[in-house]
Protein backbone atom coordinates (compact mmCIF):
# COMPACT_ATOMS: atom_id res chain seq x y z
CA UNK A 1 0.00 0.00 0.00
CA UNK A 2 0.97 3.62 -0.45
CA UNK A 3 1.41 6.09 1.81
CA UNK A 4 -1.51 8.03 0.38
CA UNK A 5 -3.82 5.03 0.60
CA UNK A 6 -2.55 4.85 4.23
CA UNK A 7 -3.50 8.63 4.88
CA UNK A 8 -6.76 7.68 2.68
CA UNK A 9 -7.99 5.26 4.92
CA UNK A 10 -6.70 6.14 8.28
CA UNK A 11 -7.07 9.85 7.98
CA UNK A 12 -11.02 10.20 9.30
CA UNK A 13 -9.85 8.29 11.82
CA UNK A 14 -7.00 10.32 12.73
CA UNK A 15 -9.38 13.51 12.49
CA UNK A 16 -12.04 12.09 15.22
CA UNK A 17 -8.88 11.69 17.34
CA UNK A 18 -7.69 14.99 17.03
CA UNK A 19 -11.37 16.38 17.52
CA UNK A 20 -11.47 14.14 20.34
CA UNK A 21 -8.39 15.18 22.01
CA UNK A 22 -9.83 18.96 21.87
CA UNK A 23 -13.19 18.34 23.75
CA UNK A 24 -10.86 16.43 26.21
CA UNK A 25 -8.86 19.44 27.00
CA UNK A 26 -12.30 21.21 27.89
CA UNK A 27 -13.63 18.60 29.66
CA UNK A 28 -10.72 18.65 31.60
CA UNK A 29 -10.22 22.13 32.25
CA UNK A 30 -14.22 22.31 33.57
CA UNK A 31 -13.43 19.60 35.99
CA UNK A 32 -10.62 20.95 37.23
CA UNK A 33 -11.64 24.16 37.69
CA UNK A 34 -11.97 25.85 41.21
CA UNK A 35 -14.91 27.78 40.32
CA UNK A 36 -18.16 27.48 37.94
CA UNK A 37 -17.31 27.98 34.24
CA UNK A 38 -19.98 30.44 33.05
CA UNK A 39 -22.06 29.56 30.17
CA UNK A 40 -20.15 32.06 27.86
CA UNK A 41 -16.27 30.21 28.09
CA UNK A 42 -18.90 26.68 26.71
CA UNK A 43 -19.75 29.09 22.99
CA UNK A 44 -16.54 28.92 21.58
CA UNK A 45 -16.14 25.05 21.62
CA UNK A 46 -19.85 24.65 20.93
CA UNK A 47 -19.80 26.99 17.67
CA UNK A 48 -16.42 25.50 16.90
CA UNK A 49 -18.18 22.11 16.45
CA UNK A 50 -20.53 23.19 15.02
CA UNK A 51 -18.80 24.50 12.36
CA UNK A 52 -17.14 21.16 12.25
CA UNK A 53 -20.79 19.77 11.49
CA UNK A 54 -21.37 22.18 9.10
CA UNK A 55 -18.75 21.26 6.88
CA UNK A 56 -19.32 17.80 6.98
CA UNK A 57 -22.95 18.35 5.48
CA UNK A 58 -21.50 19.32 2.49
CA UNK A 59 -20.33 16.17 -0.16
CA UNK A 60 -17.14 16.85 -1.25
CA UNK A 61 -18.51 15.75 -4.71
CA UNK A 62 -20.43 19.16 -5.12
CA UNK A 63 -17.77 21.04 -4.69
CA UNK A 64 -17.11 23.16 -8.02
CA UNK A 65 -13.87 24.68 -7.66
CA UNK A 66 -14.63 27.30 -10.72
CA UNK A 67 -14.41 30.73 -9.25
CA UNK A 68 -17.13 31.77 -11.70
CA UNK A 69 -19.59 28.75 -11.95
CA UNK A 70 -20.99 26.37 -9.45
CA UNK A 71 -23.84 26.61 -6.83
CA UNK A 72 -22.72 29.96 -4.72
CA UNK A 73 -25.40 28.41 -2.05
CA UNK A 74 -23.04 26.10 -1.43
CA UNK A 75 -19.87 28.57 -1.51
CA UNK A 76 -21.82 30.84 1.16
CA UNK A 77 -22.56 27.80 3.39
CA UNK A 78 -18.82 27.14 3.90
CA UNK A 79 -17.93 30.63 3.84
CA UNK A 80 -20.44 30.84 6.56
CA UNK A 81 -19.41 27.99 8.18
CA UNK A 82 -15.68 29.20 8.25
CA UNK A 83 -16.39 32.38 9.54
CA UNK A 84 -17.74 30.61 12.36
CA UNK A 85 -15.06 28.62 13.08
CA UNK A 86 -12.46 31.82 12.80
CA UNK A 87 -14.53 33.64 15.09
CA UNK A 88 -14.85 30.79 17.84
CA UNK A 89 -11.06 31.12 17.41
CA UNK A 90 -10.91 34.36 18.25
CA UNK A 91 -13.92 34.53 21.05
CA UNK A 92 -11.68 31.50 23.18
CA UNK A 93 -8.92 33.98 22.40
CA UNK A 94 -10.30 37.06 24.37
CA UNK A 95 -11.72 34.64 27.22
CA UNK A 96 -8.09 33.42 27.72
CA UNK A 97 -6.77 37.08 27.89
CA UNK A 98 -9.57 37.83 30.12
CA UNK A 99 -8.85 34.72 32.64
CA UNK A 100 -5.50 35.95 32.89
CA UNK A 101 -5.69 39.49 33.60
CA UNK A 102 -9.17 38.90 35.98
CA UNK A 103 -8.40 37.13 39.62
CA UNK A 104 -11.71 36.39 40.45
CA UNK A 105 -12.71 34.47 37.05
CA UNK A 106 -11.89 31.17 36.29
CA UNK A 107 -8.05 30.16 35.69
CA UNK A 108 -5.79 30.62 32.97
CA UNK A 109 -6.04 27.03 32.23
CA UNK A 110 -9.57 27.03 31.47
CA UNK A 111 -8.73 29.51 28.81
CA UNK A 112 -5.95 27.79 27.25
CA UNK A 113 -8.55 24.77 26.92
CA UNK A 114 -10.59 26.87 25.29
CA UNK A 115 -8.19 27.97 22.67
CA UNK A 116 -6.58 24.70 21.98
CA UNK A 117 -10.02 23.16 22.20
CA UNK A 118 -10.76 25.28 18.79
CA UNK A 119 -7.28 24.81 17.11
CA UNK A 120 -7.87 21.02 17.58
CA UNK A 121 -11.11 20.93 15.99
CA UNK A 122 -9.77 23.60 13.33
CA UNK A 123 -6.71 21.13 12.85
CA UNK A 124 -9.44 18.40 12.41
CA UNK A 125 -10.93 19.71 9.66
CA UNK A 126 -7.44 20.58 7.85
CA UNK A 127 -6.45 16.74 8.69
CA UNK A 128 -10.46 15.31 7.06
CA UNK A 129 -10.30 17.85 4.29
CA UNK A 130 -6.35 16.18 3.80
CA UNK A 131 -6.86 12.81 3.81
CA UNK A 132 -10.21 13.35 1.16
CA UNK A 133 -8.53 15.49 -1.36
CA UNK A 134 -5.91 16.11 -3.68
CA UNK A 135 -4.49 18.68 -5.61
CA UNK A 136 -2.95 17.45 -9.14
CA UNK A 137 -0.24 19.93 -10.29
CA UNK A 138 0.78 19.48 -14.20
CA UNK A 139 -1.05 15.82 -14.29
CA UNK A 140 2.44 14.73 -12.92
CA UNK A 141 2.39 14.99 -9.34
CA UNK A 142 0.29 14.77 -6.52
CA UNK A 143 0.15 16.90 -3.91
CA UNK A 144 -1.72 16.63 -0.49
CA UNK A 145 -3.64 20.27 0.25
CA UNK A 146 -6.30 21.69 2.30
CA UNK A 147 -8.97 22.09 -0.59
CA UNK A 148 -10.72 24.12 1.72
CA UNK A 149 -8.27 26.92 1.70
CA UNK A 150 -8.10 26.71 -1.98
CA UNK A 151 -12.34 27.00 -1.98
CA UNK A 152 -12.23 30.31 -0.37
CA UNK A 153 -9.48 31.52 -2.49
CA UNK A 154 -11.75 30.82 -4.97
CA UNK A 155 -14.35 32.67 -3.32
CA UNK A 156 -12.51 35.77 -1.89
CA UNK A 157 -10.65 36.39 -5.42
CA UNK A 158 -11.05 36.36 -9.45
CA UNK A 159 -9.18 33.20 -9.90
CA UNK A 160 -6.53 31.03 -8.73
CA UNK A 161 -4.07 30.35 -10.67
CA UNK A 162 -4.45 28.78 -14.36
CA UNK A 163 -1.75 25.50 -12.93
CA UNK A 164 -4.33 24.20 -10.54
CA UNK A 165 -6.10 21.14 -12.10
CA UNK A 166 -8.29 20.28 -9.23
CA UNK A 167 -9.91 16.13 -8.68
CA UNK A 168 -10.67 14.18 -6.07
CA UNK A 169 -9.74 10.82 -4.71
CA UNK A 170 -11.81 7.94 -5.12
CA UNK A 171 -12.04 6.27 -1.77
Known amino acids: MDVSELWVIFGPGIAGAVFGAGWWF ?5 VCSAITISFVHYLPGIFASLAALMFNGVRKD ?18 I ?7 SLAASIGLLIQDALVASGPSTWTGIAGV ?6 LIRLAVLSD ?5 VINDS ?22 VLILSTSEI
Open 62 to 79: DIDYSPYDGEWRLKLWLF
Open 81 to 87: AYVISFV
Open 26 to 30: WVDAV
Open 141 to 162: MSLCCNVHLILIANILSERVGP
Open 131 to 135: SQLHV
Open 116 to 121: LQCVFV
